[in-house]
């Protein structure tokens, strides 16, 4: 159990919630390895490639924020907002390193914004914007499971 450090009651760290989401978290970026090559070529002629690249994307975002939220609340006693804030929150609360966090939440905005994007403007950005996502996931992935095992796990 971890106590939040706004003093209030014990808040416990749900790490069967975490590891749901992370199994969700690694299915999708399984599923954008599976895609392939995604080059403006594939998008133009197969529109629901950057469709479902997008909806994976965005999936991605979701399921971190859910996890960022959660553990920043039950070890910091607060839930951040946004995709950025929580990645901050995350940082504070030791469940990633800072590259990662910026790494996930990029200053133009997030993955699946960026996708959306350039889908129409610049096709031939999409592909660097799924891999570094897909890298940075897997990776997301890999230090919140450390985490949860270790001794800051809330277990």
């Known amino acids: 159990m971890t106590t939040s450090s706004a003093g209030t009651a014990p808040v416990t760290v749900d790490r069967a919630a975490i590891e ?6 690694r299915k999708s970026v399984v599923q954008l390895e599976s895609l392939g090559s995604l080059d403006p070529a594939r998008l ?10 997008e909806r994976v994307l965005a999936l991605l975002h979701d399921l971190a924020l859910a996890i960022n939220r959660h553990v920043s609340t039950a070890v910091l006693g607060e839930a ?12 504070e609360a030791g469940l990633i390193d ?37 890298t940075g996931y897997r990776e997301y992935a890999s230090q919140v499971t450390d985490w949860c095992e270790g001794s800051n796990g809330g277990g």
């Open 98 to 134: 800072a590259g990662l966090a910026t790494a996930l939440a990029p200053e133009d905005g997030p993955h699946h914004i960026l996708v959306q994007l350039y889908l129409d403007a610049e096709p031939e950005r999409v592909e660097a914007v799924v891999a570094a996502a897909r």
């Open 44 to 53: 133009e002629n197969d529109p629901g490639t950057g469709l479902a690249v």
């Open 80 to 91: 951040p907002g946004t995709l950025a804030g929580s990645f901050d929150a995350a940082v």
């Open 20 to 25: 749901h989401r992370l199994i969700t978290l």
